[in-house]
């Protein structure tokens, strides 16, 4: 039996699991995650785990979110990175985080923005589901050889 969060840990957990992103530590953000956790990427599964974007794809389990954040790493530049939150929408245990991200496409020197949706639900202290909706478009875009672009 689970049991559902109050909205201050949700909002807690929520507020610490960013803080986390964006100090990079890929096994410090995994310890948020619940041992298994319904992970999904909004984009067309036909795109899932590219070569040029391998962190894109399903994911189910605490090892799986550090191997997310390492892979995310390993295809942007360090330092060339930032992301907005401008709203954290909390109810019981599900959170909506909004924004945008800048980062840089290591492959490509190409920098993008992509705005996004991050549905997280916390459970017994842990994130136990990650939806997040973004321009994948801007990111395609970013990661395409220079004779390829996915928008046009």
Do not use: C
Request: glycine content about 6%; proline content about 5%.
């Amino acid at each position: 039996m689970t049991t559902t969060a109050p909205t201050a840990t949700t909002r807690t957990i929520v507020e610490e699991l960013l803080r986390r992103i964006g100090e990079g530590d890929p096994e410090r953000i995994a310890e948020l995650y619940a041992d298994h956790a319904d992970w999904k990427l909004d984009w067309p599964e036909a795109e899932h785990g590219r070569a040029a974007t391998p962190w894109i794809r399903h994911r189910t389990t605490r090892a799986d979110a550090a191997a997310h954040y390492r892979e995310l790493a390993e295809h942007h530049v360090a330092g060339a990175a930032a992301t907005q939150i401008e709203r954290i929408l909390v109810d019981g245990p599900d959170a909506v985080v909004l924004g945008e991200i800048r980062q840089t496409a290591r492959a490509t020197g190409r920098a993008y923005r992509a705005r996004f949706a991050f549905h997280l639900t916390v459970e017994n202290g842990a994130v136990t589901r990650h939806h997040i909706y973004e321009d994948s478009l801007a990111v395609a875009r970013a990661f395409a050889p220079a004779d390829q672009d996915p928008g046009r």
